[in-house]
């Protein structure tokens, strides 16, 4: 299995910075990409950004040129530039092994205008 730690959330005010970490422990290997979703109240969850393996990156439109994902060994970061009101939600670290998804218990983020 794999477990997810994430953390980093906060409150920041508006376009200000924040790094979100994710932790990956258990069968690490078996990982083929990991991503950063978010989930604002009364919203769906919604993918903000994903990294595989090697490196591939996709980010959202919504915050293309704001954020930046990256992976160090088991960590994965979320950079977060410029943040504004609307980024404001709780933000789960995700990675798919094999045939399945683990989910991190989430850290909130919330950007004061």
């Known amino acids: 299995q794999v477990q997810l730690v994430e953390s980093g959330g906060g409150l920041v005010q508006a376009g200000g910075s924040r790094r979100l970490s994710c932790v990956a422990s258990g069968s690490i290997f078996s990982i083929r990409a990991m991503a950063w979703y978010r989930q604002a109240p009364g919203k769906q969850r919604e993918l903000v950004a994903s990294i595989t393996m090697i490196g591939r990156t996709n980010v959202a439109d919504s915050v293309k040129g704001r954020f930046t994902i990256s992976r160090d060994k088991n960590t994965m970061y979320l950079q977060m530039n410029s943040l504004k009101p609307e980024d404001t939600g709780v933000y789960y670290c995700?990675?798919?092994?094999?045939?399945?998804?683990?989910w991190g218990q989430g850290t909130q983020v919330t950007v004061s205008s």
């Open positions: 995700n990675a798919d092994w094999r045939t399945f998804a683990s």
